[in-house]
């Protein structure tokens, strides 16, 4: 990646398209395990359908975030032409996002919570890598000049990718129906 005044503002652009990519495939390969999948008989697909929209926006939003600063250049080159702004402005777009997502997440997840009587295992995760996510965002604001500006923007970017593995694992979790014959469920204590 260049910058409209030719100079490289990313060290290392495949690592950006690399994380959008690796989203990508954990959106796909989720949607489709989810629609051909078979479901376990004891989670509620409510869950399982709260699990894959989560997935589906935290992996919209590592792409965005992915792209972000190619878009930010090319909309605004003479706000980007300063360096010392670049990543900070990149990340309070980040961070806008991410509040909103993490207010949606929250708002969708509560009434499947309510409707199914206790808390969804992950959730805690999820929210505590949100958070450090924003907190990362949020860095790059409150200290613009700093050399680590771009390692501080990925690590933002490479947290969100964590929580969709997260989703991701969930999801393809409550898929896996292991059914036993008679003798072995036996062997084991299920009946």
């Given at each position: 990646?260049?910058?409209?005044h030719?100079r490289?503002?990313?060290?290392?652009p495949d690592?950006?398209?690399?994380?959008?990519?690796?989203?990508?495939?954990?959106?796909?390969?989720?949607?489709?395990?989810?629609?051909?999948?078979?479901?376990?008989?004891s989670?509620?697909?409510?869950?399982?359908?709260?699990?894959?929209?989560?997935?589906?926006?935290?992996?919209?939003?590592?792409?965005?975030?992915?792209?972000?600063?190619?878009l930010l250049?090319?909309?605004?080159?003479?706000?980007?032409?300063?360096?010392?702004?670049?990543?900070?402005?990149?990340?309070g777009?980040?961070l806008l996002?991410?509040?909103?997502?993490?207010?949606r997440?929250?708002?969708?997840?509560?009434?499947?919570?309510?409707?199914i009587?206790?808390?969804?295992?992950?959730?805690?995760?999820?929210?505590?890598?949100?958070?450090?996510a924003?907190?990362?965002?949020?860095?790059?604001?409150?200290?613009?000049?700093?050399?680590?500006s771009?390692?501080?923007?990925?690590?933002?970017?490479?947290?969100?990718?964590?929580?969709?593995g997260?989703?991701?694992?969930?999801?393809?979790?409550?898929?896996?129906?292991?059914?036993?014959?008679?003798?072995?469920g036996?062997?084991?204590?299920?009946?």
């Amino acid at each position: 990646f260049t910058t409209a005044h030719g100079r490289a503002m990313l060290e290392q652009p495949d690592t950006l398209l690399t994380i959008a990519e690796i989203a990508v495939a954990f959106a796909g390969f989720a949607g489709i395990a989810s629609v051909l999948g078979r479901r376990h008989p004891s989670i509620d697909p409510r869950v399982n359908a709260l699990r894959l929209h989560n997935m589906v926006d935290v992996g919209l939003g590592v792409i965005f975030m992915a792209f972000a600063p190619v878009l930010l250049d090319a909309v605004m080159p003479h706000i980007t032409s300063d360096e010392r702004w670049f990543w900070p402005l990149t990340s309070g777009i980040a961070l806008l996002w991410g509040v909103a997502l993490f207010l949606r997440m929250s708002n969708r997840a509560r009434p499947v919570e309510q409707l199914i009587g206790y808390d969804l295992p992950g959730q805690l995760r999820v929210k505590v890598l949100g958070v450090l996510a924003m907190g990362s965002a949020a860095c790059n604001i409150a200290f613009p000049d700093h050399a680590l500006s771009y390692a501080v923007y990925l690590s933002a970017v490479l947290i969100c990718l964590t929580v969709c593995g997260i989703l991701f694992m969930r999801i393809l979790n409550s898929l896996l129906v292991i059914e036993l014959s008679e003798d072995e469920g036996a062997s084991r204590g299920h009946r």
